[in-house]
């Protein structure tokens, strides 16, 4: 029976060789149909000889099953390459933008900075607390240690509603709000608008934002206060950042300093390159903040919550926001921030 | 501040440069604003010379030709304009390629046809005064063609100084030099206020002098009393540092009050004693509109507050700030009445806030200085009326002193400095720190007790001050950096503050920008939104009228943005504020002084606002969505779902919204109005220049926040047993609102109807004239069991006729 073997060498070949669904049916037709050589030579058995019949009926079997499987696969074969050329031609371009579009918003320049200060106080045991900004003189001023006199309070400085009553001139006032409420210790960090009657330029608005701090217990000592904001700065402004302390003077603190941070932009080197850095205009340092121990006088006004001067003690500071917006994001003009323009707005990204 | 450097070094030199020294000096607290160099670049080009001969220019009048011999070899040629130069004379002189103050370089210069081979020096010329008239003659005996800058301040730095307002000492250089000897220990030289002049004669100052005061408003007045002065120009040196410290030489009068005060910090005032009408001076109050024309030319006019220097016909000065026309020193002054006196710091930065007039005086005197300098300073300055002046001093002063002030003594206790720094400070260097700022420190059993020098007596008056001096002093880079070490206190925020940042981050996250407006409002934007009736803030002294109220809601900071993006080019946009606003609460005034124990003046809300013009922005394939009511009604929907507030809209109008498409949003629990949505009425929007629909909302966060409060939440099954979804469409009249439908739904399914959900709304064909339908998606669900298609069937039945209730019926 070498027609058989040959058959079969000759049916791989034209299955192999078959590029198309149509061709492989009819390549199943004359191979495996009703009228194939195989069927015919399959039908024709009983005319053997009986000791030929099974080893012919079994080789025609074999070479069967081996065509069938054979003509399945290269369908499947044929089926997946015809997909993926179906796929192929069915293209997009895809450099177009998505569609609909899902915009995401922003938060305002000044609320990322904010929330990015809070986010560090609080890892730093700090809880967050807020206030009026419509305020009383008492608590802006009078138990804050300026004395009746103090130029701070004449209404080239402040603005006033009512005898008084005035739009709180820094963060501070909630300082001694917080601590009628709360006897010692205390670890506060205030954030919120501000108010002065500055003529507006590109340093100046009528209203700003600080975060205030405040943190009274029984043994807090200058030394703390430096560590503390050294690790908010470092925090803020990256992990190589240095902290000095200068002296200041503030009302409300004994002893004041104002602190400054190494300059974040030249590292402290003063330059760039050649050119003299114009973040710290070449000192390496920027101040960033006022702060101290809190002056005796301002614990005595809260001595009925348990801050008696003798027991409790701590550091306080004061610091702009927006200043951090000019000096970290380069902000030239501090207008822009309340125009609020989109162009300037959507530049810092979402925000945390 | 400015600090000449040469002057500061003449008391106290660390024999280091002037930028050095300005660090040390900020590093102890007085911070250098600026570092100015005055004067001639490099000083080799300048040299001393003298005139051998001098002709007039052939070709010019107003030229001499003059042969100086400037010590190297052959005269030099060099041509002057000054008519005061001749032979013989001891000149200063700057030869070719000598760069002036100005920067520019002098060459060899053709004059008229004559070479000039450098410049014969006049004072303006090397920056040591004003005077261009002549040239400067030095002396006699000074050497020919030696360095210039031995003999002449013709080059200087100067230290621009940032004075805090509790340290008046260091508005003088002796002031700054006894800071600089603190931190770096080098010698200071003796107080230049120590040392008196020797009167003359047998008379005595109270003779040619009566004083009066009201030591309410001036806590002393001293006056000495000097005869024969010469007026006329100040020596070079004086001139030099006068004009290095920003203060124009005038005479030599003149110059020494101006002078002394640079130098102690206590302003002085020359009166022509023959000017000094009747004899006597009297410091009093004003009268109410009394009027005066000051030195600078001004008429000004004064109230009750402000005290004045008067002599018997009138006000001849305002007290500590500036002097008047009168008895002022001139040409032909030859008695002097030297006045040094105190004032009452506040009262004076009061006058001089008031006035609009700030003086060096008055910049030194509102801080507030002590009496004791006052005489001090007459010290320096009579020594110098009769070395400068060549005067005669009447001996004795009139010293008007009603209340002397002792030494203050303050108590310093080295374990409270140590607890209050965190490091300890020796005591030997304590010592040496408060004994070199003028302290005089004793030991006291354990503690110092120390003697506060008058000229720090208004800063140092408690331990903590001290604490502060010897801090400053030893220096802020020796403490250590610590954290404190915590006890009970976890930091955090509060719910109300993760809430605020949930919503914020929520509008974010669809798509809006965050605004940050002025809490301030104009009255014309309440006028344009149609609330200007309802009750608002007024400053008192606003900046400008659009700037002038407390803003009662967050709505027009949003109009503002939205129209200044319009403008340019932005108009479809989405944006959202979250601030304050503020309305009155009864009466602002407040009649007490001590704590108000909590209370705020007004009424302060945390609002959450939203304008939008635009819902979605469009795609290539998609068209963009404008915003209108439902779209604001959807972020509110979600604001209030993270809050998990239950609400419901009402129908209640604000002026400024559409009639017909703007709802309140009521909460479910209270009732309560918590805020609006819906579209702006067009002639609103159309203020601010907007067109098409413009849609928002507002709500009161301390509300919402109150509201959102003790939400717990437990767990629901929704696994055991399946749910049966079915659709219906419900036909109803027109002006029949969804939620009556939805509430006809609830009724009847009950609590086995476990939600309801809107998804169409039809008007058309297919139901009749003045009807809609609403397709709405039910979902059954019993906890227990799994529904029957029978219980099924019989709660639609149930809806059916909740339906019918309200004339709905099923289609379909
Ligand atoms: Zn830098």
Redesign the interface.
């Known amino acids: 029976m070498a027609d058989l073997a040959q058959l079969r060498t000759e049916a791989e070949a034209a299955v192999g060789a078959a590029g198309s669904a149509a061709e492989l049916e009819e390549l199943r037709v004359r191979y495996l149909g009703r009228k194939s050589e195989l069927t015919q030579a399959l039908r024709s058995i009983g005319e053997l000889r009986p000791d030929e019949r099974g080893p012919v009926g079994k080789q025609a079997n074999e070479v069967r099953r081996a065509l069938e499987g054979l003509l399945e696969r290269r369908t499947a074969e044929l089926d997946a390459s015809e997909l993926d050329q179906r796929l192929t031609e069915d293209h997009v371009d895809v450099t177009?933008?998505?569609?609909?579009?899902?915009?995401?918003?922003?938060?305002?320049l000044?609320?990322q900075i904010r929330?990015r200060m809070?986010d560090i106080?609080?890892?730093?045991?700090?809880?967050?607390?807020?206030g009026?900004?419509?305020?009383?003189e008492?608590?802006n001023f009078?138990?804050l240690n300026h004395?009746?006199?103090h130029?701070a309070r004449?209404?080239?400085d402040t603005?006033?509603?009512?005898?008084?009553?005035l739009?709180r001139t820094h963060t501070s006032p909630m300082q001694?709000?917080a601590m009628?409420?709360k006897e010692p210790?205390?670890?506060i960090v205030v954030p919120g608008?501000v108010?002065r009657?500055d003529?507006?330029d590109a340093t100046h608005v009528?209203?700003f934002h600080q975060l205030e701090g405040l943190?009274i217990?029984e043994?807090?000592?200058?030394?703390?206060l430096?560590?503390?904001l050294?690790?908010f700065a470092r925090q803020m402004f990256g992990e190589h950042t240095d902290v000095?302390?200068?002296?200041?003077?503030f009302p409300f603190t004994?002893?004041?300093?104002?602190v400054d941070v190494s300059c974040f932009r030249c590292g402290g080197t003063g330059y760039e390159g050649s050119e003299r850095c114009p973040t710290c205009k070449g000192e390496g340092w920027i101040e960033i903040l006022g702060s101290g121990?809190v002056?005796?006088n301002v614990l005595d006004?809260v001595v009925g919550s348990g801050y008696d001067k003798e027991r409790v003690?701590g550091f306080a500071w004061g610091m702009g926001i927006e200043r951090i917006a000019m000096l970290v994001y380069q902000v030239p003009d501090l207008r822009m921030?309340?125009?609020?323009?989109?162009?300037l707005?959507?530049q810092f990204g979402?925000?945390p | 501040m400015r600090v000449p450097f040469s002057w500061l070094r003449s008391y106290c030199d660390p024999g280091r440069p002037a930028q050095h020294v300005a660090d040390r000096l900020?590093?102890?607290?007085d911070?250098l604003e600026r570092l100015h160099r005055v004067g001639v670049g490099d000083v080799a080009a300048f040299v001393t010379g003298r005139v051998v001969d001098a002709e007039r220019h052939p070709d010019a009048d107003r030229l001499s030709v003059c042969k100086v011999d400037v010590g190297r070899g052959e005269p030099q040629t060099i041509v002057c304009g000054a008519p005061n130069v001749s032979a013989g004379q001891t000149v200063a002189v700057a030869l070719p390629g000598a760069v002036m103050p100005d920067g520019s370089t002098l060459g060899e210069a053709k004059l008229r046809g004559v070479v000039s081979s450098g410049m014969i020096l006049a004072e303006d010329e090397v920056g040591i005064g004003e005077d261009h008239l002549g040239i400067m003659v030095l002396d006699g005996d000074v050497p020919v063609g030696a360095p210039l800058a031995e003999h002449l301040p013709i080059a200087d730095e100067v230290l621009e100084l940032e004075v805090?307002?509790?340290?008046p000492d260091l508005m003088g250089v002796y002031g700054v030099a006894r800071d600089l000897h603190a931190v770096t220990a080098a010698p200071l030289a003796e107080d230049p206020t120590e040392a008196d002049a020797e009167p003359r004669g047998a008379d005595s100052a109270d003779e040619h002098i009566s004083i009066e005061i009201d030591p309410e408003i001036c806590l002393r007045f001293t006056a000495r009393v000097f005869e024969d002065v010469k007026i006329g120009p100040s020596p070079l040196w004086l001139k030099q540092r006068l004009t290095a410290a920003g203060q124009r030489p005038i005479s030599n009068v003149v110059d020494i009050t101006n002078y002394v005060m640079l130098n102690t910090a206590q302003p002085l005032h020359a009166f022509d004693l023959d000017e000094v009408r009747g004899g006597g001076i009297v410091v009093r109050r004003a009268a109410d509109g009394e009027r005066m024309v000051t030195l600078d030319g001004t008429e000004r006019a004064f109230t009750s507050e402000m005290a004045l220097v008067c002599d018997a016909e009138g006000p001849s000065g305002i007290a500590g700030i500036m002097g008047g026309q009168v008895s002022e020193v001139s040409d032909k002054t030859t008695r002097v009445l030297m006045e040094a006196a105190t004032w009452v710091?506040?009262n004076i930065?009061?006058t001089s806030?008031a006035l609009g007039l700030r003086s060096e005086a008055s910049a030194r005197f509102e801080k507030q200085l002590h009496p004791e300098q006052a005489i001090r300073a007459q010290r320096l300055a009579a020594r110098l009326m009769v070395d400068l002046c060549e005067a005669r001093m009447v001996p004795s002063a009139v010293d008007m002193y009603p209340r002397p002030l002792a030494p203050r003594s303050v108590e310093l206790r080295p374990e409270r400095m140590a607890?209050?720094?965190?490091?300890v400070v020796p005591a030997d260097e304590v010592h040496g720190i408060l004994d070199r700022l003028g302290f005089e420190p004793r030991d006291d059993d354990g503690r110092v007790s120390v003697t506060v020098p008058p000229w720090r007596d208004s800063d140092v008056q408690?331990e903590?001050?001290l604490?502060?001096e010897v801090?400053?002093v030893y220096g802020?880079?020796k403490?250590?950096?610590?954290?404190?070490?915590?006890?009970?206190?976890?930091?955090?925020?509060?719910p109300n503050?993760r809430l605020h940042?949930r919503v914020?981050d929520l509008?974010?996250?669809?798509?809006?920008?965050?605004?940050?407006?002025?809490?301030?409002t104009s009255p014309r934007a309440l006028e344009r939104l149609r609330i200007a009736d309802q009750p608002a803030?007024?400053?008192?002294?606003?900046?400008s009228e659009e700037?002038s109220v407390?803003r009662p809601l967050l709505l027009p900071?949003l109009l503002?943005?939205a129209h200044?993006?319009a403008a340019?080019g932005?108009p479809a946009?989405?944006?959202f504020e979250s601030?304050?606003v503020?309305r009155p609460s009864g009466p602002?005034?407040?009649a007490g002084?001590?704590?108000?124990?909590?209370?705020?003046?007004?009424l302060?809300r945390h609002h959450l606002a939203v304008l939008q013009t635009q819902a979605?922005?469009?795609?290539?394939?998609?068209e963009p969505r404008p915003a209108d009511f439902f779209s604001s009604r959807a972020l509110v929907e979600a604001v209030l779902e993270a809050a998990d507030i239950a609400w419901r809209p009402e129908s209640a109008g604000q002026p400024f919204l559409h009639p017909g498409r703007a709802a309140s949003v009521v909460a479910a629990a209270d009732e309560r109005d918590i805020g609006w949505v819906g579209e702006l009425h067009p002639s609103v929007a159309a203020e601010w220049d907007l067109v098409g629909p413009v849609a928002g909302f507002e709500i009161d966060m301390d509300a919402v926040a109150e509201l959102s409060e003790g939400a717990e939440r437990v767990y629901s099954d929704v696994t055991s047993f399946p749910a049966v979804l079915q659709d219906i469409a419900v036909v109803v009249a027109d002006e029949t609102p969804a939620a009556a439908v939805l509430a006809a739904v609830r009724g009847g399914g009950g609590p086995l109807l476990a939600g309801v959900e809107l998804f169409d709304v039809y008007r058309g064909e297919q139901v009749g004239e003045g009807e809609k339908s609403l397709a709405l998606r039910l979902e059954f669900r019993a906890r227990d069991r799994t529904l029957t298609d029978e219980e099924v069937a019989s709660l639609r039945s149930a809806i059916e006729a909740g339906l019918a209730e309200i004339g709905g019926r099923l289609r379909g």
Not at chain 1, 159 to 165: I, K, P, R, S
Not at chain 2, 26 to 29: D, E, L, S, V
């Open positions: 177009l933008p998505g569609d609909p579009p899902v915009p995401v918003g922003h938060l305002h000044v609320s929330r809070e106080f609080v890892g730093l045991g700090f809880s967050v607390v807020e009026p900004e419509i305020e009383y008492y608590y009078t138990a004395p009746p006199e130029p004449l209404p080239q603005f006033y509603l009512a005898e008084q009553v739009l001694v709000r009628e409420l210790p205390i670890y608008r108010y009657p003529t507006p009528p209203m943190a217990d043994d807090l000592t200058l030394a703390d430096q560590g503390t050294l690790a000095r302390l200068r002296p200041g003077y004994e002893p004041s300093v104002e121990m002056d005796p006004y003690q921030l309340f125009d609020n323009d989109l162009r707005l959507e979402a925000g | 900020t590093m102890a607290g911070k805090t307002p509790n340290r710091g506040p930065m009061r806030k607890k209050l720094l965190g490091t408690r903590a001050d604490i502060e801090a400053h802020l880079d403490l250590p950096t610590t954290l404190p070490a915590r006890r009970a206190a976890v930091g955090r925020l509060t503050q940042r914020e509008l974010r996250d669809r798509g809006l920008g965050e605004c940050i407006a002025y809490s301030f803030l007024r400053l008192e002294n606003p900046l700037q407390m900071g503002d943005a200044h993006n340019h932005r946009l989405a944006l601030a304050h503020y602002l005034d407040r002084t001590g704590s108000p124990g909590g209370a705020t003046p007004a302060e979605l922005p469009g795609g290539w394939r998609s």
